[in-house]
Nanobody
Framework: QVRLAESGGGLVQAGGSLRLSCAVS????????LAWFRQPPGKEREFVSA????????YYTDSSRGRFTISRDNAKNTIYLQMSNLKPEDTAVYYC????????????WGHGTQVTVSS
């Protein structure tokens, strides 16, 4: 089993930056991909970005590409989400999730970290 712990959220003004971290522990050899999701207030959870744990290939949505950068540090068993030029609509709880090859719904999830962007 893999355990995920997010950190780095907070309150930031529009146009600012934040870097989220997700510390990974447990059976990391079972991980195929790690991803960031977010859930804005009153809305459903949505995919933000993902990174292949072994190869480092990355995936973004049209909304996150160009403003967000996902990266990993395998030595520290940590992934990051560098967010820049933040907008009020980026306000959400951000979650880290793992995919063992059968999709994120069957993987592990962290408890989330709150990001609030003020206008």
């Amino acid at each position: 089993q893999v355990r995920l712990a997010e950190s780095g959220g907070g309150l930031v003004q529009a146009g600012g930056s934040l870097r989220l971290s997700c510390a990974v522990s447990g059976r990391t050899s079972s991980i195929l991909t790690l991803a960031w999701f977010r859930q804005p207030p009153g809305k459903e959870r949505e995919f933000v970005s993902a990174i292949n744990w072994a190869r480092g290939s990355t995936y973004y949505t049209d909304s996150s590409r160009g403003r967000f950068t996902i990266s990993r540090d395998n030595a520290k068993n940590t992934i990051y989400l560098q967010m820049s030029n933040l907008k009020p609509e980026d306000t959400a709880v951000y979650y880290c999730a793992s995919d063992y090859g059968l999709g994120y719904n069957t993987g592990s999830w962290g408890h989330g970290t709150q990001v609030t962007v003020s206008s």
